[in-house]
């Protein structure tokens, strides 16, 4: 793994020395812009190879970072994002809720533990990692969340993980409310399903 980071620090790096990271953003059903171009975190280890990942990153013109609690690294990518230097309103930071941490009671709970971790006030985009269990009362409670921070630049998504994306998306539908704007899907063209 380490060697796997390496190379990628060592690509963008050699990127942004030939002035090819150039952020592009994507706007927004709401007309929010958000960085198209951004780093995942899943499978870094939390700590040092993680840290020194996103302050690479950022330092090379990526405005995006992406994360989740089950990633286990929101504390190293909390504070690279606050070492950067660079204004908190310039990186869109995204992350998600597993699971289990949905439901009108759980979520809230469960929102205030991760901005701990991240050591940040607000997150610009929270998904709902998959369509189970109480995700109707975690959306809820992520409007709630949301309409209290009175910011528009935060969002919430769910996020898909299927080859039929639009089986799981339309159960829910019927509670998708005006801070909807994001459905991310994940395709796997190595997944196999029988039919």
């Not at 709401?30 to 020194?52: A, R």
């Not at 289990?100 to 990692?129: A, F, S, W």
Request: charged residues 25%.
């Amino acid at each position: 793994m380490r060697k796997i980071v390496l190379c990628i620090i060592t690509l963008m790096t050699a990127m942004v020395m030939n002035g090819q990271v150039n952020q592009t953003y994507l706007t927004l059903n709401n007309g929010v812009q958000m960085p198209q171009f951004g780093l995942g975190v899943y499978s870094i280890p939390d700590g040092e190879e993680t840290y020194n990942s996103v302050m690479t990153a950022l330092k090379c013109g990526y405005r995006h970072i992406d994360t989740a609690h089950a990633y286990q690294n929101e504390r190293s990518v909390g504070q690279a994002i606050k070492d950067s230097g660079i204004p908190r309103d310039s990186i869109w930071v995204t992350s998600k809720l597993w699971p289990n941490e949905y439901g009108e009671e759980v979520t809230p709970k469960q929102l205030d533990k991760m901005l701990e971790r991240l050591g940040l006030e607000y997150i610009d985009l929270v998904y709902l990692h998959q369509p189970l269990r109480d995700y109707n009362g975690g959306w809820r409670a992520l409007e709630k969340a949301l309409e209290a921070l009175h910011k528009s630049s935060c969002h919430i998504g769910v996020r898909i993980h299927c080859d039929r994306p639009e089986s799981k998306l339309g159960r829910a539908q019927p509670f998708l409310g005006t801070r909807s704007v994001i459905s991310r899907d994940r395709h796997n063209k190595f997944s196999r399903q029988v039919q």
